[in-house]
């Protein structure tokens, strides 16, 4: 008998990447791609064994719908300043609905005090999924290495250059084919229930060292201009970004320039018996994105 498995967030980076990993998959599973809107979610629909269920996290028949016979659930939840209720109210769902297991997708260091905004939030989810009794596993990964195509390859090509806050700091950037790998193992593998997972690349960089290595790959010159963080807060802000969205931007690039995201695992290698990839790999692989 086949296993449905609900990835919410499956348009997302991280969600539409495990929806991929998962349909290619030889064993007897079912996936339930959750979107916010279906026609964001064609793509989707041409994936095999993919079915693709709208969702609205504040219509209860809509996330009844969703949940229905399903048996694991992989949790994406969006970046919004009310992640923490929508989060809850998935967790909610998936009790009355038995779900066997709940896969949610959190962020390095959630259970480090004080930590950060991000972290803590990330964490209080963690915390109510721990008291609901559904067998879980917590993914926390460090920055996504995608973070270059989608914030930062339009300056990149345009300018040659590309713009934050993190001084020298070093980060375990992670490339999302990686984190998603992790979730089929988790989810379709034994033995990951009440763990949490910190996951990272194979090593850490700063953006000076991630121009150098866009440069060489792309043949062309590249340079990572830091800004000071009140500029930054301006530049932000101008472009109508919520308050609470550049606190929270701000506290997470001040903390890589501190170097505390700059720490290394071997998950990804443990779990899934290869190496993550570099971010050299990363940049060969996308390389249309940033000429």
Do not use: C
């Not at 994936?47 to 219509?59: S, T």
């Not at 593998?189 to 949490?196: L, N």
């Amino acid at each position: 008998m086949h296993k449905t498995i609900l990835v919410t967030g499956a348009t997302g980076t991280v969600g539409k990447e495990v929806a991929i990993q998962l349909s290619m998959m030889d064993e007897d599973i079912r996936v339930r791609a959750g979107v916010h809107s279906i026609i964001k979610g064609e793509n989707l629909k041409r994936l095999p064994n993919v079915e693709v269920v709208e969702m609205d996290f504040k219509d209860q028949e809509s996330l009844h719908a969703a949940f229905t016979h399903v048996d694991k659930v992989f949790m994406v939840t969006p970046f919004t300043n009310d992640q923490v209720q929508m989060a809850k109210t998935l967790v909610d769902e998936a009790k009355r609905q038995g779900v066997k297991h709940l896969v949610k997708l959190s962020v390095i260091h959630a259970d480090t005090a004080p930590g950060f905004m991000l972290g803590r939030w990330h964490r209080e989810i963690e915390k109510y999924i721990e008291d609901s009794g559904i067998p879980y596993t917590f993914l926390r990964p460090s920055s996504f290495m995608q973070n270059y195509i989608h914030y930062d390859a339009e300056s990149i090509k345009n300018e040659g250059r590309f713009y934050h806050s993190t001084g020298n700091g070093k980060i375990g950037l992670i490339d999302v084919r990686d984190i998603a790998a992790v979730g089929v193992e988790v989810l379709l593998g034994s033995g990951h229930e009440g763990k949490a997972y910190e996951l990272t690349g194979p090593e850490a960089i700063s953006n000076q060292q991630a121009a150098q290595i866009i440069g060489e790959v792309t043949g062309t010159q590249v340079q990572y201009v830091d800004v000071p963080a009140d500029a930054a807060r301006s530049a932000m802000l101008e472009k109508k970004a919520p308050e609470w969205m550049v606190d929270a931007m701000l506290e997470l690039e001040s903390a890589y320039s501190e170097g505390r995201f700059s720490d290394t695992t071997d998950t990804v290698q443990q779990l899934t018996g290869r190496p993550p990839h570099s971010f050299r790999q990363f940049v060969k692989d996308h390389q249309e994105s940033f000429e």
